[in-house]
């Protein structure tokens, strides 16, 4: 952590040219039964088994909320003791995640100073029933980040943008698409021994001008365990909620 900015600050902040931010995503059931998704800072030791793994500092926790359309979640600062000691299992507000009723559009928000959201990414998955069209296909529109890794406001509201028309002021990105592997007998993408496990919710997101720069990828290793690894131009809050919608069960997509 920078000690010259706050913690939310930080999470707005995109991950530094030529950095990789390597975070473990755990899945988990509170005790009033809501689903929480865990995210922490990869530890020293690195990917080894997904279980049992040491790690690093606990970043943000996801929570599903109810909503009358679409799901919700809100994406906390970890608990502090005094949060403990009121019985509370999440910290101050940064961000969230809302879905529409099928699942195929996520908008990711942060919260802003003035105590408000602010919409800092466009998730869009293909319908694709039962998967009869293949792997699951998803585009992504965030929003730049100026030279002191801060997002910038945009020219138009991000859902009226489409992915493949980037500007000064937005990124557009798409899923890669994976190779068949004969020998599997599946679909299958190059994880660089970050994900273990095959799973319908692994991704990589590529510029659909240089496919080879994945600026954030999510996979399974485990049951209830998954990597998350982002560059620039995402931040932490952007990368969380885009593998939040991942994890979200869908109507319209496998």
């Not at 500007?167 to 660089?192: D, M, Q, Y």
Request: charged residues 25%; glycine residues 8%.
């Amino acid at each position: 952590m920078n000690g010259n900015i706050s913690r939310i600050e930080e999470l707005k902040r995109s991950v530094p040219v030529a950095s990789v931010l390597q975070c473990r995503l755990l899945r988990a059931v509170l005790e009033n039964k809501r689903t929480a998704l865990d995210l922490f800072e990869e530890g020293r030791e690195g990917l080894v088994n997904g279980v049992g793994d040491r790690l690093g500092p606990w970043l943000m926790r996801a929570v599903r909320n109810r909503s009358m359309v679409g799901h919700l979640y809100t994406m906390h600062n970890p608990p502090s003791r005094n949060d403990v000691r009121n019985g509370r299992t999440y910290g101050e507000a940064v961000g969230r995640v809302a879905s529409n009723t099928m699942g195929t559009k996520y908008t990711i928000s942060e919260r802003s100073d003035a105590n408000k959201w602010q919409d800092v990414c466009v998730v869009t998955y293909d319908i694709n029933f039962m998967g009869k069209q293949g792997p699951r296909k998803m585009t992504a529109i965030i929003r730049a980040v100026d030279e002191h890794g801060c997002v910038v406001e945009p020219l138009q509201p991000l859902s009226l943008v489409r992915h493949k028309q980037p500007n000064a002021h937005i990124v557009g990105l798409e899923s890669k698409c994976p190779r068949w592997n004969s020998e599997t007998g599946s679909f299958g993408l190059e994880f660089f021994n970050r994900v273990l496990v095959s799973s319908v919710k692994n991704f990589q997101l590529v510029s659909p001008h240089d496919v080879d720069y994945v600026v954030v990828q999510f996979g399974k290793v485990a049951d209830d365990v998954f990597t998350m690894d982002a560059r620039f131009p995402m931040t932490p809050i952007m990368a969380f909620g885009i593998a939040v919608s991942s994890m979200d069960h869908k109507l319209a997509c496998p």
